[in-house]
């Protein structure tokens, strides 16, 4: 037996819903559907979480029998003030635009979800404790031979094809980095070697920089990077750490990736969206290694030659972080989403309902910047992150015994 509902639809009742073997969530037409309405995306990608913490709201907590709907079609407005808009399928939108790239999801006046929006939603899907993901509907698709398909994408999201929602259209060979000159942290050895396509040789960081320590490759012009390659020597490698671009070795670094718990030898690091002459690993925690010790850094992109690249009038969606998204499922019961967060961060409590004594929000410096304390006894509690910088963060939920609960969450604006 299944249900399908409109995420804020009339509710029915826990026990109604519970007889059910799953519920689907039609996590989209929040836009378009008349006067009135909103101009934008009508499935964003915070819609899931959305959906979800609605029904959440109303005592509905079993995350393991919903199932979100993904539309394969988009809404054209007359104006970007809104109201009433017109379906247009995915088939229709890639026909007046054959130069659609896969991370384009808005052309002029036409939101829609994009192959690389339905991948990043199937990997939430997928790292968050939901059942599955159905769509609206399958004729709405181009031939899923085309690497445009949106069921091309959903199918190789599900199977860990192609990960985090690459551009997998592109077909990139060419590595930006090698032979390129390289700056590191003090005390690092052997700099260059990460640049020389040997692997069999490497750069070392110093202990002295401990978890902190540093490498960048000077790329000698602008690129739009959109993959890289980290080859790890075994003793060396990063427990946490991350990717980060910058026009000058002195400029403000944009991280365009992280990564923690990681216990690969190869990073392979597609769907990045950063443009920057300078490309960086960054260290966070070595774990239990006493040094990094890299073999090689390969860089991936395209020359910026003024613009980014993509269908005139198009806008690419930002690469999320996805490790965070894995670490949104606590087994312990409390959860925290949506990962990454924007203006809240939504805590479930679970089977703690009742036992908790404050939530802390907590930055990289330790200071606790937001709070909730007193009088917790909802099943779910929200901080509000709007005025918080973009950064990471600890979520730390204490209980009336003194046992802590703490779980990171990124905040993006």
Not at 149 to 155: C, E, K, P, T, Y
Not at 172 to 180: D, E, F, K, V
Not at 271 to 284: D, T
Request: charged share 15%; proline share 4%; aromatic share 10%.
């Amino acid at each position: 037996i299944t249900l399908s509902y409109n995420y804020n639809a009339r509710f029915y009742g826990v026990a109604a819903l519970n007889k059910a073997d799953w519920i689907q969530l039609m996590v989209y037409d929040e836009t378009g559907w008349g006067p009135g309405s909103p101009y934008g995306n009508h499935s964003s990608y915070a819609s899931i979480e959305n959906a979800v913490a609605y029904w959440y709201n109303k005592g509905f907590t079993n995350r393991s029998k919903i199932v979100i709907g993904l539309p394969f079609y988009g809404y054209q407005f007359s104006t970007a003030a809104g109201g009433t808009a017109v379906p247009k399928t995915y088939t229709e939108i890639v026909a007046a635009n054959p130069n659609l790239q896969t991370d384009v999801d808005t052309l002029p006046l036409i939101p829609f979800n994009s192959a690389a929006m339905l991948k990043r939603k199937v990997d939430h899907v997928k790292f968050s404790g939901l059942k599955g993901v159905f769509v609206w509907e399958l004729g709405q698709d181009i031939a899923a031979t085309n690497t445009k398909s949106l069921l091309r994408a959903i199918s190789d999201a599900a199977c860990d094809q192609n990960p985090l929602w690459a551009d997998y259209s592109q077909n990139l060979t060419t590595n930006l980095a090698s032979g390129q000159p390289v700056e590191s942290s003090a005390g690092s050895t052997n700099v260059t070697k990460i640049v020389d396509n040997n692997t069999t040789t490497y750069w070392t960081s110093s202990a002295t920089n401990a978890d902190t320590a540093w490498i960048h490759v000077d790329l000698g012009a602008t690129y739009d990077i959109s993959k890289v390659e980290i080859l790890w020597e075994q003793t060396g490698i990063a427990r946490d750490f991350e990717i980060k671009v910058a026009a000058t070795s002195t400029d403000t670094w944009t991280t365009i990736q992280q990564r923690f718990y990681n216990s690969s030898l190869t990073n392979t690091l597609t769907g990045l969206k950063g443009e920057g002459r300078y490309v960086s690993i960054q260290g966070v925690s070595r774990g239990c290694n006493s040094r990094y010790k890299i073999a090689e850094f390969r860089v991936y992109g395209t020359a910026v030659t003024g613009s980014r690249p993509g269908a005139p009038g198009g806008t690419k969606v930002e690469a999320p972080v996805l490790p965070d998204i894995r670490q949104a499922v606590s087994t312990d019961g409390i959860k925290v989403y949506p990962n990454p967060a924007s203006s809240s961060v939504v805590v479930a409590l679970g089977k703690f309902a009742g036992q908790v004594q404050r939530i802390d929000l907590i930055d990289n410096s330790g200071k606790v910047i937001r709070s909730v304390s007193g009088g917790i006894a909802h099943t779910v509690e929200a901080i509000n992150t709007s005025s918080v910088p973009a950064g990471i963060y600890l979520v730390r939920t204490t209980l009336k015994n003194q046992k802590a609960e703490t779980q990171r969450v990124v905040i993006q604006h």
